[in-house]
């Protein structure tokens, strides 16, 4: 798999170059290509802190390793739903040739763009949702598109297999019991940061791969899953996070599902500070594409056999 | 006028007590009052930078010296439109009561909710616009409303005296001769930052009172009219532009006209460092205060005589 | 218990407002609550780091959901036993009314003169004290108020029920065995750090519920409890200390105790990063808040039955 | 004058060595010198922000040039008066070898007891004092020494020939025009800000030396003369004020004084940025050291003819 | 000249896409331009600070609108005469076709390494050299090769036109009236930061297009020509300087000349704070590129005459 | 061991005096001393982030407690040989009077001409080094020293006892299973960060003494073992560390082993924020110092028997 393989930096210095994700090539055609990283530089969403629309170009600044980079998609600062229907033109052709977006946004609420393109490929789909929030208000000023509402109308649009979806890192002090039960009520599972720490990471990792049972499945991930201590450049910070060690782990034992999207988001650059969530941030895409990785590989060893 | 006394720093430490603007009085009924101070936390229009809603916050923070400080003023992060009604509809009422407004945004976008409440009461008024940018684009990314387009919907709106309306400090690489003439066009006059400088503190005063001629004034101030030295929390920042002692010199020798209506913005305190915006807002809404009790000591005076 | 129900995030925007603590309702009357929040800005006692006074405006803006919340009480910055006298005055009247107050410290040497004002209510009462230091010096630079001696004044002072209290999460480099045999003279009980990583969370809760023994009790919480990764912004920042799950989780294994006042101090803004101690620090009021609801809520069942 | 000669720079790498000043010889005996640096880290005595205490440290880390160093002056940090009487028993003997002292603030508060101990030597001196704000109120929080207080007290206790002493800079909206007239009938004259920009740098320069009539003369600066955009380090900033140069080159401008001491306050690490605050502390006491070696090249040069 | 504008920001939001200059066409072949810019991340000469390494990177996230960006010359950190040899053959080729190119140090030595290439084109040209230090020391530490000694080995290696060269903005206390002897003593004419301030802008213009007197000219622009207020982010800020607007002006008024290239040095991103060193560092760029802009014009329209 | 006591900070405030580190007498005579503790400020050999040359100071600024600190060692900046041969004849003359030196570096590469110098005073010895990275590759840039490279040529130059040499705490993307083959082909036992968290923390210490067995020992420490979290001022985070506590309790457990030398490297004050790795670094040291005074305890409890 040669394509993805990052520059060399004992030959080319790692503070060289124009910044793309991991100096993969950066390039806007899609052909021969297994799948692509690309930005959506979207913040309008959020309820709280802002500076999202900054964490694309923070995360390729931060990132160190390869595939191609697909640069931004266009967004339109300040218009939601434009940039919802700008966001699911701009990936739909990128699903229609078999290639596997990762995402690096802008706020949360993105993901509501990108399930609606996925489902005009694949129809719907397995999610796996980790967050420090549920985002499964009903709505937000009396508003329905905003970073905290998005898993709610996923489900009402039809978007995603609810039975094989599921929530995981939950916690902070905006929750109450009916929160949960809520969630629930919208057929999700979920899994409370307290209820990982009983579990444990390997206990964790399989429930959520009995949960998605083999379909394709979307992953989205929300930074302030981790501790403020370890992503502070985040919207909403939530204490009691986890530790980078921790959510590393956790990917990679999702090694063998059937990954046909990934999003990474709520990274806020002006929050940051030495740009450790930047960092953390483009280690786990890095992950995510060693997800991609091993998924063709596989697929790979079973048509030999 | 006791009521505009700031609290005592000499009695009541600087940095005690909860944070109002220059620790006046947080109050929400209208009674008795000639002027109060509001946030406008709203930056859905900025098309570059985003974080001034925290701008009222910082500002207040910084703030040392007196009035009633009305708090924010509700809007609809994420939805432009909605947040412009909303305003329209809260300042309404404070100017059906004489009372002047003195908000803090909140991005440029805002001025022109602000203006179409002032239109309700007074009809349309002059303009003061100091800025490094005109603001006077048709649209961005196809939309009408963002912190680039407001001085153009003003005008197209009826909102302003535009014969009476001038606009001052603009500069930057951005700008074609094409640009200036587009804004005489729309009837403007305008004072760039090289004109300024060679017309003096002094004969720029004078321009701008003869173009107000004694109308009503709306005195609209965005904070990049300094150079990044002076206010690096911003969202355009624009080198080559002016210290924080000319921009105060210049806003003190406006003292005789009457204002109607103020607002401070484009403040992003995650840019900002050691809080020397906010401190430098804080000073120039500071200068807006006086030249409010100006205004109504000559009014005094006048009623005396 | 509806006065304690945080303002609507769904309504009214998080970044919106006069900053008051979890914006609940500032007031300086004390009729008909049960506790109130109320900042102590007084750093004068620290023998390294300063800025604790900075520190109640940066918890109330970190804040995020309900109460009253009391303002600052009036401090002499530069005059420690000027400053006790006046914190000692505004306490009592608090305290007289039933109310349980919560203060946001300032530096470490406050507690004195809380645990006074508790003194003149209640007689002696237990303490519980989270700390990665002892404070139990005899004096610093021969001078015996600094916020390094205040819990040998405690004992001295007759304030504090010792065989009811206890130390916890001691560590770092500056003690000698003799010290902490030193804080056993004193009568106090202690858990160092390393002791309670051994002993566990609840094992450690359990310890810490014995020793006071259904007592009144008075809980004060050193933010730098916390390592510097979660807690940057302190005075004395140590090493090797105890992450935020760990300490909420600690702070939440106290339910069943009657507290009767809390502190949560050194806290310094000016070397936050991201407000992530802020953050932190707000949290664990939160958590503070939650102890003295249950506190009310098994009252009041205690008195249906 | 062999001793005064900075580290060559051209050997040695700037970042190299213990942080004395100017990589002076760090000595606390006090043979065969003509002057000496010394740290005064106390801020107990600031109302507003604090955090000097950690400025003389960073004005050693940001100087770059030569004399000794006589490290820091002991203080009591929260105890004001205990620290003013050990301020002057360390001054005292260095004064009575003749040597000129160069003291690094700490807050302003400070001179005082440097003037006291320059009386106990030469009995009354002339004052030159550069600053944002007077310095002269009765009283802080009912409490005679403050940050704010000292020019005040120094007249009362007769340590200054007021007649010979001169402000220089004051600014900002703090300020009544009584303020003012205050300040004149303790007897000082005052240059505003305005004043001085009014006059030019050489004029204002002529004011001060004929103001102070080769008397013995004590240079007092408090870095908030600059403008906050220069030195946002500090702990009442104060928009409007002067930049690098303009302080510089009048600061160049006072040649051919009598200087018997000097002081350089109210820098703030903590609120810098990028440690320009301190790094112009340090070109300013630069500055100092070279208007000594000028008074001693001058004297030199007398005693020849 | 359709190549040299920059993306439509009113359709494609700026802070969206892969960092290139001005959002240039990021393109590594030289066909049918006029100008390119080039990043030289280069610190190893640094005699002080480092960290211009991330200059490039941060001046194209800053810079807002046009050409080709040709990316990063490959160097070899901590090697400087490798680096010097590879900056070397990197350039000839793109001066071979007659292209002007736009460096982004990097530290300033590495004009050095870029005289050398333009003399293989062009033989000895003119130099303008804006900077607050002459960086003509004979060595540093025993080397030939630092950011202090360049523009000696330049007139040593003979590969400027001394007589038509020029050094500006020299100030700050290293030096002695013997270094500027020691440049004219080199051939150089200098202007020092106070004489350009008796000067004025256009007479110093005046002077500089004097001495270059029609030559082929190359222009060296060090950030700290500017005061640290305007670019606290360089490796050894000089307080003292000039203003953005003194700079920008001064820049704007060499507009005749035949520039043959061009650096920007001296950056330390890790030393900025908001970015504003970027920013002016990337708006002095695009001056340059309005040098060429006009050079070109101004041959266009003798050719048509 | 009267010499090793640090500065009573019950008298002297922890903020007072120049900076040496823990406060310990500085010197540069070597008699009658154990241990001393010297910076060496070298950041040439770092292939990304660069700054590690104001490591020294910054780590004397965080430090709290005892020794002599014998200054920085002299180096030549952007000249990599010529500083290993300065280095070397530094610490050469240290280790033949027996002292064991604590190097506070710089980037890693210094341990190269550190472990050179010890091999002329002790021949080859073992080797303990805590790191994110190996270290081990042949060359960067086709450059054999860079801080990439030198635990490859220690051994190949015969320096190190490779049998009882281990590497511990390595992680991160960028090593494919070849390269951690690659290690043990050079001869080193490596214990990756996965292993050590299986292991524990007291098994891990007993495999490293193991390994050791007895041998005279060097220890080399890279800050980035730790999390960026707890260490974000370092040239090459690497998320998935260690936290303090787990750092601090390793190195806790090492206590019998007979050290000849350490290291502590990496740590870059430009990407710190609040101090915290300074902090962190001086702490380590602090336990380094601790680990010498066993060593000395133990042999004159051996000598006594």
Redesign the interface.
Known sequence: MEKYQPLD????????????FMRLP?AQNLKGIDFLVA?V?F?????????A??AP?AI??AS??SGI?Y??L???????E?SYKKIKEQVIPILEKGIIPVLLGGDH?ITLAHLRAVFEKYGPVALIHFDAHTDT?D?????N??H?TQFRRVVEEGLILVDNSIQAGMRG??YSKEDYLNVKDLGYEILT?NKI?KLGIEETAKIIKDRVNNKKVFFSFDIDFL????A??TSY?E???F???EA??LVRHLQELDFIGFDLVEVLP???????TS??AS?IV??FISLIACKFKERKRKKLN
Chains 1, 2, 3, 4, 5, 6 share one sequence.
């Open positions: 930096p004992l030959v080319y210095p790692r503070f060289c170059g124009v910044r793309t950066f930005g530089p913040d309008t969403g959020s309820t709280f802190r802002v500076g629309r900054f170009s390729r600044n160190i390793t980079d640069g931004d266009i967004v339109v600062p300040g218009y939601i434009e609420s208000w709505n937000y000023f009396g508003q598109y905003t905290g002090s905006i940061a720490r501790d403020p201590a370890y502070p450049g910070p204490c009691g996070g530790s980078s060690f590393l782990e002006p929050y940051d500070s030495g740009e450790i960092i953390l280690t890095f992950e």
